[in-house]
């Protein structure tokens, strides 16, 4: 076990080779001076590389610490801990009540352990095939009252409050965690209130998102902003005024109440509840993560720190049955057009069809049974389920929460009996501990009857794919269900896409869409979704042998390699992917348009051969698309030019040659 340093005002005051609890006996008097002391203690944590500098100290009695990237400041000061409301459990129980106005004030470290991990683990799917976990970790122990009460016979009645602060230190970022070790006096917490806060610079400017599926308003951290009327949903993504990036987000939310972020004060941001929520120790409470950056592209590529931070697979056989693939919604719920779907897919190498919202009925009445197909539609689910899997495709089923919070089990088996691949949760709710427990609950459900999910409406991740991997992916973004422009489109894999997958929905032929064919084909590689709905609202007939969908039809979802290469938030983005030896990359740009160089020399081979496949937008010509196709041979190390139209974007790939 690696040493223990404990600082008092800065300075060391001993190294332990264990934890102070477990050295009680023979270092009683060091101890006693050492807790008289820690009420101002001062606890280091650096990353692996020496980067992320985490201090944690304790100040008047609260809780707090500060964070710095490369000795330049992020956090200036921030608080920790949370507040808890036990006083009429405390009563009924006949343990003294805690009078405190904040909870964890007052509380005394008990101990400092520390731990380093350095492993790699293999994706059931993803952006990598293999992703490091290397950290840092310390969990500080803390402790409250214990000297007073009967703790004789019977219950336990001593006024005893426990907490552990796990902190973790990446090369990408820092995250926290409040852990809550079994009550001695076997108390339930009811916590009121999340204390984390999170004060910067001056100058700092966000990226605020008010509702899951909203855009971006790009704000300050000042009240004077309207933006802040409203909470901003996580991940925040910020540009500090020092010129470092920081995103913070939530980790491994599964039965607690969702966070967001309110601004405390100017300058200042809190994590903020849904609602209060209640636990049975012993109990962790989700994540609390900052990734960080020099540019904002750094982001993108650290962001598999949010996987990291969530338990390993859970499905024993994920490997057998969990495909990801791209999916067809059928626009018209009809046996003719359904079965056209299929075959469309088997043509456009897709491997998926969804039946979308209606066919068991009006989806928003709890009388609607979705075990049955609305009479009025003529559709035969087990007919159809057998001709997909006869052709090599899957059959999705949209389901709206009402059907599954009623039905779930039964649900389940019969859609296993069809054999149906995967459901679309419609509509959920999410925030409260109720909900959030309930729709985690319920794709562990799925997987034990093999059924792929997919989750809309305002639902977004936080890494749980990674512990249940047939949750392909989920909604939480405002897709082309919404046309955005391509300011949003831009913004999204700087904000959105950090905390995980996004079912976008890219539209192709509807006229709707406010941006250039380019910059939609270039959407598969740039948007990361293990289930990526193509050609949506588009019917089969639409498609009229266009080349360049010859892109999408080659594009996997899920990768071996991933590198975002170039990128300013709302401006644009470059990203590279790799399957096999083949490079695709995506370049979705902005609203202004822009000339932009590849250095190859990021991703390729340096002085190995590729055949290169380029479609980019050309308005110059008489087509209906818009869109020019070249093949041409670069060597590895090579820059490429591109010129990217105005809400444009190109669609390249990289083949080795010989």
């Not at 001062?42 to 944690?56: A, E, I, N």
């Not at 967001?260 to 994540?287: F, G, H, R, V």
């Not at 996997?556 to 030896?581: C, F, H, M, N």
């Not at 093949?631 to 590895?636: D, N």
Request: proline share 4%; charged share 25%; hydrophobic share 40%.
């Amino acid at each position: 076990m690696r040493p223990h340093t404990y600082f008092i005002k800065n300075r060391v005051l001993m190294t332990m080779k264990y934890p102070i609890r477990n050295r009680v006996s023979i270092l009683a008097p060091i101890l006693m001076l050492l807790l008289s002391t820690l009420a101002h203690a001062q606890v280091t944590l650096l990353s692996p590389d020496g980067k992320v500098c985490f201090v944690f100290e304790q100040k008047g009695g609260d809780l707090a610490y500060h964070l710095d990237y490369d000795g330049k400041p992020v956090v200036e000061h921030g608080a920790l801990g949370v507040n808890i409301d036990n006083h009429l459990v405390e009563r009924a129980m006949g343990i003294p009540v805690d009078t405190s106005r904040v909870w964890t004030n007052g509380m005394e470290v008990t101990g400092v352990e520390r731990k380093t991990m350095d492993s790699v683990w293999t994706t059931v799917y993803g952006e990598y095939a293999q992703i490091a976990d290397h950290y840092n970790e310390m969990t500080i122990h803390l402790m409250k009252g214990g000297r007073h009460g009967d703790d004789t016979g019977g219950y336990d009645k001593r006024q005893q409050y426990l907490l552990d602060i796990v902190v973790r230190a990446y090369d990408e970022g820092i995250a926290i965690r409040y852990h809550f070790p079994e009550a001695t006096n076997g108390l339930f917490m009811h916590i009121t209130e999340d204390l984390t806060s999170f004060a910067f610079a001056p100058g700092a400017t966000a990226w605020h998102y008010a509702w899951a599926q909203a855009q971006a308003c790009k704000v300050k951290l000042q009240r004077r902003e309207r933006a802040w009327a409203e909470e901003a949903e996580r991940p925040l993504t910020l540009r500090l005024a020092n010129g470092l990036y920081a995103a913070i987000g939530e980790a491994a939310l599964v039965d607690f109440v969702r966070g967001k972020l309110k601004l405390k004060a100017d300058n200042e941001l809190q994590m903020s509840l849904y609602e209060p929520a209640d636990i049975i120790t012993a109990y962790d409470m989700p994540w609390r993560y900052i990734l960080l950056g020099e540019k904002a592209t750094d982001l993108i590529n650290n962001k598999q720190m949010v996987l990291n931070l969530n338990a390993p697979n859970q499905i024993a056989d994920a490997r057998e049955w969990v495909r990801p693939g791209k999916a067809f919604r059928v626009c018209r719920l009809d046996m003719k057009t359904a079965l056209e779907a299929v075959d469309f897919c088997v043509d456009r190498g897709m491997q998926y069809i969804e039946l979308d919202a209606g066919w068991y009925g009006p989806e928003m009445k709890m009388a609607s049974s979705a075990r049955k197909v609305d009479e009025r539609k003529d559709l035969d689910l087990p007919r159809l389920c057998r001709y997909a899997r006869s052709k090599g495709i899957g059959v999705w089923l949209y389901v709206n929460q009402r059907a599954l919070s009623k039905e779930l089990d039964e649900l389940l088996t019969l859609y296993e009996q069809w054999g149906v691949s995967g459901i679309k949760f419609g509509f959920v709710q999410v925030g409260s501990q109720q909900w959030t427990t309930w729709l985690h609950k319920a794709v562990k459900a799925c997987a034990d009857h093999h059924i792929l999910v997919d989750i809309h409406d305002e639902y977004r991740p936080t890494g749980w794919s990674r512990t249940y991997p047939n949750l392909l992916t989920q909604e939480g973004v405002g897709g082309n269900e919404e046309m955005p422009d391509a300011e949003h489109d831009a913004t999204l894999p700087f904000t959105r896409f950090l905390c995980g997958p996004a079912d976008y929905t890219p539209c192709y032929f509807n006229g709707r869409v406010k941006n250039t064919k380019g910059h939609q084909l270039a959407m598969p590689v740039v948007y990361y979704s293990p289930l990526t709905f193509l050609f949506w609202y588009d019917l089969p007939e639409a498609y009229r042998g266009e080349k360049e969908l010859d892109y999408w039809k080659a594009c996997p979802t899920v990768w071996d390699e991933s590198k975002a290469l170039l990128g300013e938030i709302g401006q644009y983005i470059v990203q590279a992917r790799r399957t096999g030896d083949v490079w695709f990359v995506g370049a979705m740009n902005g609203i202004v348009g822009r000339d932009i160089t590849i250095d190859t020399a990021d991703f390729l081979q340096k002085g190995k051969k590729y055949r290169v496949e380029t479609h980019n937008d050309d308005p110059s010509l008489k087509t209906r698309t818009q869109v020019t196709s070249e093949k041409t041979t670069v060597k590895g190390g090579e820059r490429l030019k591109l010129h990217l139209q105005p809400s444009g974007g190109a669609a390249l790939s990289f083949t080795p040659v010989g």
